[in-house]
């Protein structure tokens, strides 16, 4: 059984600059995007801490990946077509504020 991405079809890894500073926000912006777009196109996303946090720390996985030299993944999202299709937005309670 797959624990880790729970056997979603696909993984989306953006690759960024090793020494850009700004780079890291840009990606998280980028998949921000896609994640907000995705269904609209009936594409289910979740972001994969795990596999980012493997990508920075497990040797075999960032060799798998083949990055050109000075690039290094960037976060990672798991995307396909889900299985369930939500119906509507579960019930809430309203929420109680008091401001001081």
């Given at each position: 059984?797959?624990?880790?991405?729970?056997?979603?079809?696909?993984?989306?890894?953006?690759?960024?600059?090793?020494?850009?500073?700004?780079?890291?926000?840009?990606?998280?912006?980028?998949?921000?995007?896609?994640?907000?777009?995705?269904?609209?196109?009936?594409?289910?996303?979740c972001w994969a801490?795990?596999?980012?946090m493997a990508s920075?720390?497990?040797?075999?996985?960032?060799?798998?990946?083949?990055?050109?030299?000075?690039?290094?993944?960037?976060?990672?999202?798991?995307?396909?077509?889900?299985?369930?299709?939500?119906?509507?937005?579960?019930?809430?309670?309203?929420?109680?504020?008091?401001?001081?």
């Amino acid at each position: 059984m797959d624990g880790i991405c729970w056997g979603a079809p696909h993984l989306l890894i953006p690759h960024i600059p090793e020494e850009s500073p700004t780079a890291p926000t840009d990606a998280i912006i980028a998949l921000t995007t896609v994640d907000i777009a995705a269904p609209a196109f009936g594409i289910g996303m979740c972001w994969a801490g795990l596999v980012n946090m493997a990508s920075h720390t497990y040797k075999p996985l960032q060799e798998y990946y083949t990055l050109p030299k000075g690039r290094i993944p960037a976060h990672a999202m798991m995307f396909g077509y889900p299985r369930y299709t939500p119906h509507r937005i579960p019930q809430r309670n309203p929420l109680k504020v008091t401001w001081r």
